[in-house]
């Protein structure tokens, strides 16, 4: 089994900048598809960004693309989520997802999920 833990989240105001990570905890021999989506209030949970097991290939939402970052960290299996420009939109829960053969924009790409991590930001 694997466990996926958040952290990073906050309070911030628009226009500003936040980093949120994701580490990877149990079965972690494999190296592992990553990605992030978003659950605002009463709205279904929304893709954000996802990247390769290498890291060299990446894809983003329309509504973060320019503003927000993907990237891997140097232990293996953890993630960053680099926000910049945030806007009140921006305002979610944001959960890490990891999968051993896929990755890309649907939910049900991903096996494994976190608890998620609260963002929001003051307009």
């Known amino acids: 089994q694997v466990q996926l833990v958040e952290s990073g989240g906050g309070l911030v105001q628009a226009g500003g900048s936040l980093r949120l990570s994701c580490a990877a905890s149990?079965?972690?021999?494999?190296?592992?598809?990553m990605g992030w989506f978003r659950q605002a209030p009463g709205k279904e949970r929304e893709f954000v960004a996802a990247?390769?097991?290498?890291?060299?290939?990446?894809v983003y939402a329309d509504s973060v693309k320019g503003r927000f970052t993907i990237s891997r960290g140097n232990a293996k299996n953890t993630m960053y989520l680099q926000m910049n420009s945030l806007k009140h939109e921006d305002t979610a829960v944001y959960y890490c997802?990891?999968?051993?053969?896929?990755?890309?924009?649907?939910?049900?790409?991903?096996?494994?999920w976190g608890q998620g991590t609260q963002v929001t930001v003051s307009s």
């Open positions: 149990g079965r972690t021999s494999s190296t592992y598809y």
């Open positions: 997802a990891a999968d051993d053969n896929n990755y890309g924009a649907s939910r049900l790409l991903y096996d494994y």
């Open positions: 990247i390769s097991k290498s890291g060299s290939f990446t």
